[in-house]
């Protein structure tokens, strides 16, 4: 499993910054990097997604009712 160095120092930026206290353009490198490692990670099949429940298009009010319930557990998949 690859490892990614900007993970580390963007997870030391928010365990000790308030963004209070952070200048806007940090705060947007910091998501950036995020964003690049997230997807290199997505992209390399290193991180997969949960899948709770999948509800054909018909039943998507069922659906956003379960998700409104609270009580998923991993992501709700709408299929056409």
Excluded: N
Excluded at 47 to 68: K, M, N, Q, W
Aim: with cysteine; glycine share 4%.
């Amino acid at each position: 499993m690859a490892t990614f160095p900007a993970t580390e120092r963007i997870a030391r930026f928010v365990a000790e910054a308030t963004l209070d206290a952070v200048p806007p353009a940090a705060v947007d490198v910091a998501k950036t990097a995020f964003m690049d490692c997230l997807s290199v990670a997505l992209a390399g099949s290193q991180i997969t997604p949960v899948v709770d429940r999948t509800y054909p298009l018909s039943e998507v009010p069922e659906a956003i009712r379960y998700l409104e319930d609270g009580k998923t557990q991993g992501k709700i998949v709408i299929t056409v």
